[in-house]
């Protein structure tokens, strides 16, 4: 699992590549932490357009970004999921929570 992290006018993109299962949640989660901590962004963007598959450590993934950026009074936008993953976030309601484009 790798993470791509660019900000600008306190705007937050992180881009998602790999397998976001058990063991590449568990580092992905540590950087999205360690940036939205340095960038304090009021709008995060998640892309997972290369993201390989995705199980439930993906939801809990998503879910402790909201909690963040709740605590920032920010938003959080979820953009370009694959098929796959969308099933998983589809299935879990995840679309009631945080926008998915």
Same mark, same amino acid.
């Given at each position: 699992?790798?993470?791509?992290?660019?900000?600008?006018? /306190?705007?937050?993109?992180?881009?998602?590549?790999?397998?976001?299962?058990?063991?590449?949640?568990?580092?992905?989660?540590?950087?999205?932490?360690?940036?939205?901590?340095?960038?304090?962004?009021?709008?995060?963007?998640?892309?997972?357009?290369?993201?390989?598959?995705?199980?439930?450590?993906g939801?809990?993934?998503?879910?402790?970004?909201?909690?963040?950026?709740?605590?920032?009074?920010?938003?959080?936008?979820?953009?370009?999921v694959?098929?796959?993953? /969308? /099933?998983?976030?589809?299935?879990?309601?995840?679309? /009631?929570?945080?926008?998915?484009?």
């Amino acid at each position: 699992m790798e993470m791509q992290a660019t900000s600008a006018d /306190r705007n937050l993109l992180l881009e998602f590549r790999g397998e976001l299962d058990h063991h590449g949640a568990r580092n992905a989660l540590r950087e999205l932490e360690m940036a939205v901590d340095a960038a304090l962004p009021k709008v995060l963007v998640l892309d997972m357009s290369g993201i390989t598959f995705m199980d439930s450590s993906g939801i809990a993934l998503i879910l402790r970004a909201q909690q963040r950026m709740q605590l920032l009074d920010g938003s959080i936008l979820v953009c370009n999921v694959p098929s796959q993953a /969308r /099933r998983v976030l589809d299935a879990a309601g995840i679309g /009631r929570l945080v926008t998915i484009k």
